[in-house]
């Protein structure tokens, strides 16, 4: 199960594209896309430049007004999706 | 030996192909041409599954595998003739080339090959149709049956619009942008009717227009879309995707984002009705 504690690997066969507020992300294996809006596309540029998941969501947490609660469960619950989907790996 | 020049670049095969005649160039001509040779698959390998799917193929739907190899791109389509693509687009090959090809052969090599070997060259083949006003080249992208041909063959009959493409229209990003290569065989046009034959090869294009559908009694209207859903057009309309590798899905991506990123994209709620299609100009013309 995944906790803000958990070390995330992205993996080389993810491409990814960030355009303002949106990213693209793809799996080249399965060539399937995923759309992340704003807050998603914060946490994947923070992640792919090499800061932790708890460093991550702490960055966010600065930056946005959100519960803390409410935030962690939003990033987790992506994450899990993500993870589904192949583009992150634990 | 036939040389043909299109999407902006030349290319060469054993027999004449009827379908690219308006495109015919002096062999002489021709440099750094893809051509027909008599390699194939390189043997002693067993060569990587990139997709197996269906397509519709020579008026059929039929399966059509692609397999990545340390030489380049190898296409089966059931029925036909096995291809192989050189890593960079520029050859593309069978068995024995000296075997006419029969018309299955030609349209997956007008199509699937052709599309795989201009990719490789980092040229996309956007699905779409194009029609220019003025100087503005405006590229309609829509689902099939949204009335992309109707719309793109509505304007070319009206003063100062000019037909550009009507199905597969090539394109690329260069140092001044995007540009569009009218150059291309519409296979779903007559050989002497080709539409860009008179137009320069290639032209910048100014408009991204997706057409959307209408509800039952909704008026045309034209909004500006984001970058982001124009980068989501311009993926969800590009021909042959599912054929690509991993490396050329990366630059397709790349592609996509950077072209959205410069060209004014918009929204048009086309009710794909006759009576509607004065009003859709009229809007088109006041963007340009």
Same mark, same amino acid.
């Given at each position: ?7 995330? &690997?992205?993996?080389? &066969?993810? #491409? ?35 800061? #932790? ?8 947490? #600065? ?28 | ?27 002489? @001509? ?8 008599? *390699? ?52 593309? *090959? ?11 052969? /030609? ?9 795989? @070997?201009?990719?490789? /060259? ?6 779409? *149709? ?13 689902? *099939? ?93 590009? @021909? ?49």
């Amino acid at each position: 199960m995944l906790t803000l504690n958990t070390a995330l &690997h992205l993996p080389a &066969h993810v #491409s990814f594209s960030i355009v303002g507020e949106d990213a693209f992300l793809l799996n080249t294996q399965t060539n399937k896309y995923y759309g992340l809006e704003e807050i998603g596309t914060r946490l994947w540029a923070l992640l792919t430049d090499g800061k #932790s998941l708890q460093d991550a969501y702490q960055i966010i947490l #600065s930056e946005y007004e959100v519960a803390p609660d409410q935030l962690e469960q939003d990033i987790l619950k992506l994450l899990e999706d993500l993870q589904k989907n192949g583009l992150v790996e634990t | 030996m036939a040389c043909y020049r299109c999407a902006g670049g030349n290319f060469h095969f054993p027999y004449p192909l009827v379908e690219l005649a308006p495109f015919e160039i002096d062999d002489g @001509a021709a440099e750094e041409a893809v051509s027909f040779v008599s *390699s194939s698959c390189p043997g002693n390998e067993y060569p990587k599954l990139i997709s197996r799917t269906e397509g519709w193929v020579g008026n059929a739907q039929r399966s059509v595998e692609v397999y990545d190899t340390s030489q380049g791109i190898l296409l089966k389509v059931a029925g036909s003739r096995d291809l192989f693509i050189a890593p960079h687009g520029e050859s593309i *090959s069978k068995q024995n080339p000296r075997e006419e090809f029969n018309q299955l052969d /030609r349209e997956v090599i007008l199509g699937p090959a052709l599309v795989l @070997a201009l990719a490789l /060259r980092e040229v996309w083949s956007l699905h779409a *149709s194009a029609a220019m006003y003025k100087e503005n080249v405006i590229v309609f992208l829509g689902e *099939s049956g949204q009335g992309k041909s109707t719309l793109a063959a509505y304007l070319s009959q009206n003063t100062n619009w000019q037909l550009v493409a009507d199905d597969i229209l090539p394109i690329n990003l260069n140092a001044s942008g995007a540009s569009i290569f009218p150059h291309f065989p519409q296979l779903k046009l007559p050989t002497n009717a080709q539409p860009g034959i008179d137009l320069p090869e290639n032209l910048p294009l100014k408009y991204i227009c997706v057409l959307t559908h209408a509800e039952p009694g909704e008026m045309p209207d034209l909004q500006k879309i984001s970058t982001a859903q124009t980068v989501q057009s311009l993926l969800s309309h590009t @021909a042959g995707t599912r054929m690509f590798n991993p490396a050329l899905l990366a630059k397709h991506l790349e592609f996509s984002t950077q072209a959205a990123k410069q060209i004014p994209a918009y929204q048009l709620i086309h009710p794909h009705r006759r009576d509607t299609l004065p009003l859709i100009k009229e809007f088109l013309e006041k963007i340009c």
